[in-house]
């Protein structure tokens, strides 16, 4: 990639950062964000000889990010011998026609070389990322990536819908989003995972019994957790905060001995509620809401539950079946602006 050239000052930054955090043990590390299946083998190594250094304490889950075109047979072999206990491939679809628009420079085959490499290099579970509503992808373009994919039995599936953010490649192609199609989908992408063993866990993630992520579930319930590099972010003593995305920026000041936030908050009041809302009903077990949450997004619950979209389940609160399809209009209700609430208020 274009930022290569830092990645040696990248990779020390990363463990002088680790100093500058209070002394937390960490019992999960996850490796992405970013593509760190690109480094060279010697700076894989690199990197996970700084992590242990800055965290000795056994982790019971490593993950690492990596594409199938920036994967080989020595890179997955460092990766299964540093203990890397899941790795996550970026595939998106197994269908050829449709990869180059994503900006994908691999094949469906080139997954599955690496896919099966993985495995012989004994790496214990594999997660594959998929998308659907993609620009000309049909249902029967879905249904073919998910037989090509579940035919290779993952352990683990992560499942997203195509949003169209502001300023990215598709809202500048004019891309406009199909609810109907992605509806449909979504129900076809459900179905065929259940039927392969994979119980949909999160409203994006699908596992084999016993390879959930435990590092994402923390971040579900709102645990706290450590961010190093590049636009990380971090969520500890109730404050959360996030790095510069900038390298250079990045670099500068952490070599100058500071932590390089770009933000530093502490969620109060409703925000701090919200945020405990939208994250434990993503959850497809959902949580046990704290009676503040209750009490202060009362109104809210009463209209989303007359709506069919969530709903009690003894002290729990879940989505519905169809809260999962609608879930954004749920956590719309948890996020700024709080009209409901602030008029009530």
């Given at each position: 990639?274009?930022?290569?050239?830092?990645?040696?000052?990248?990779?020390?930054?990363?463990?002088?950062?680790?100093?500058?955090?209070?002394?937390?043990?960490?019992?999960?590390?996850?490796?992405?964000?970013?593509?760190?299946?690109?480094?060279?083998?010697?700076?894989?190594?690199?990197?996970?000889?700084?992590?242990?250094?800055?965290?000795?304490?056994?982790?019971?889950?490593?993950?690492?990010?990596?594409?199938?075109?920036?994967?080989?047979?020595?890179?997955?072999?460092?990766?299964?011998?540093?203990?890397?206990?899941?790795?996550?491939?970026?595939?998106?679809?197994?269908?050829?026609?449709?990869?180059?628009?994503?900006?994908?420079?691999?094949?469906?085959?080139?997954?599955?070389?690496?896919?099966?490499?993985?495995?012989?290099?004994?790496?214990?579970?594999?997660?594959?990322?998929?998308?659907?509503?993609?620009?000309?992808?049909?249902?029967?373009?879905?249904?073919?990536?998910?037989?090509?994919?579940?035919?290779?039995?993952?352990?683990?599936?992560?499942?997203?819908?195509?949003?169209?953010?502001?300023?990215?490649?598709?809202?500048?192609?004019?891309?406009?989003?199909?609810?109907?199609?992605?509806?449909?989908?979504?129900?076809?992408s459900m179905r065929a995972l259940a039927a392969a063993g994979l119980e949909q866990y999160e409203i994006s993630n699908?596992a084999k019994t016993g390879h959930r992520s435990e590092h994402n579930i923390n971040y579900w319930r709102r645990g706290?957790?450590?961010?190093?590099?590049?636009?990380?972010?971090?969520?500890?003593?109730?404050?959360?905060?996030?790095?510069?995305?900038?390298?250079?920026?990045?670099?500068?000041?952490?070599?100058?001995?500071?932590?390089?936030?770009?933000?530093?908050?502490?969620?109060?009041?409703?925000?701090?509620?919200?945020?405990?809302?939208?994250?434990?009903?993503?959850?497809?077990?959902?949580?046990?809401?704290?009676?503040?949450?209750?009490?202060?997004?009362?109104?809210?619950?009463?209209?989303?539950?007359?709506?069919?979209?969530?709903?009690?389940?003894?002290?729990?609160?879940?989505?519905?079946?169809?809260?999962?399809?609608?879930?954004?209009?749920?956590?719309?209700?948890?996020?700024?602006?709080?009209?409901?609430?602030?008029?009530?208020?």
């Open positions: 990639s274009g930022q290569g050239k830092f990645a040696d000052r990248y990779l020390a930054a990363l463990e002088a950062e680790a100093a500058l955090h209070p002394a937390l043990t960490p019992a999960t590390l996850y490796v992405g964000g970013g593509t760190p299946s690109e480094l060279a083998v010697a700076q894989i190594r690199d990197l996970f000889t700084r992590l242990r250094r800055a965290y000795p304490a056994r982790l019971s889950e490593i993950t690492f990010e990596g594409n199938p075109e920036s994967l080989d047979g020595e890179k997955l072999g460092v990766l299964a011998h540093e203990g890397v206990t899941r790795l996550s491939i970026g595939l998106q679809t197994a269908d050829d026609a449709l990869l180059p628009a994503i900006g994908r420079r691999h094949t469906a085959a080139d997954f599955a070389a690496i896919f099966k490499a993985a495995r012989g290099a004994g790496i214990p579970a594999l997660s594959v990322d998929l998308m659907f509503g993609l620009p000309g992808q049909t249902l029967d373009s879905l249904r073919a990536t998910l037989d090509y994919v579940l035919a290779l039995g993952p352990e683990h599936i992560s499942l997203y819908g195509l949003q169209v953010e502001d300023r990215t490649l598709f809202a500048k192609r004019g891309v406009l989003e199909d609810s109907d199609l992605s509806r449909e989908m979504f129900e076809l699908y706290e957790y450590i961010g190093l590099g590049c636009s990380a972010a971090s969520f500890y003593g109730g404050r959360r905060q996030a790095n510069e995305e900038r390298i250079p920026a990045y670099l500068e000041g952490v070599e100058a001995g500071r932590r390089p936030l770009s933000e530093n908050e502490s969620p109060m009041g409703l925000d701090a509620l919200g945020e405990e809302a939208f994250l434990g009903l993503r959850l497809i077990e959902g949580f046990i809401p704290s009676e503040n949450l209750r009490t202060a997004f009362v109104e809210s619950w009463t209209t989303l539950n007359a709506r069919g979209l969530v709903r009690e389940d003894g002290p729990r609160w879940k989505l519905t079946a169809e809260g999962v399809f609608l879930a954004n209009d749920v956590f719309q209700e948890f996020v700024p602006p709080f009209q409901r609430q602030e008029a009530t208020a």
